[in-house]
């Protein structure tokens, strides 16, 4: 089974950015899909981004499309979101997930694996 852990969070002003990074203890085989969601207070865990671990296809949100970036480093068994342009909007628990197969679900219950969260605050 594989154990994520994320990192990077923290407070950043509107308009700034942040590198995200969820490292997995055992090894992503080819046949994995890793994503990430965030929870705001009050709100439903939301799909923010998807990564293919095979062939590095990648899925986006439309809120958030242009602005976020996924990526993966098979070396360091890490998958990387960078967030740009961040706004208050974007404030939430930012959390890593992974599942077995090749495709790139927005739906959070067919991941099986994910890690605590990390959280992220935007001022305005």
């Known amino acids: 089974q594989v154990q994520l852990e994320e990192s990077g969070g923290g407070l950043v002003q509107a308009g700034g950015s942040l590198r995200l990074s969820c490292v997995a203890s055992?090894?992503?085989?080819?046949?994995?899909?890793v994503g990430w969601f965030r929870q705001a207070p009050g709100k439903d865990r939301e799909f923010v981004a998807a990564?293919?671990?095979?062939?590095?296809?990648?899925s986006y949100a439309e809120s958030v499309k242009g602005r976020f970036s996924i990526s993966g480093d098979s070396a360091k068994n890490t998958v990387y979101l960078l967030v740009n342009s961040l706004n208050p909007e974007d404030t939430a628990v930012y959390y890593c997930?992974?599942?077995?197969?090749?495709?790139?679900?927005?739906?959070?219950?067919?991941?099986?694996?994910w890690g605590r969260g990390t959280q992220v605050t935007v001022s305005s």
């Open positions: 997930a992974s599942r077995e197969g090749f495709t790139l679900p927005r739906l959070d219950t067919l991941y099986r694996n």
């Open positions: 055992g090894q992503l085989s080819v046949a994995y899909a």
């Open positions: 990564i293919n671990w095979s062939n590095g296809r990648t």
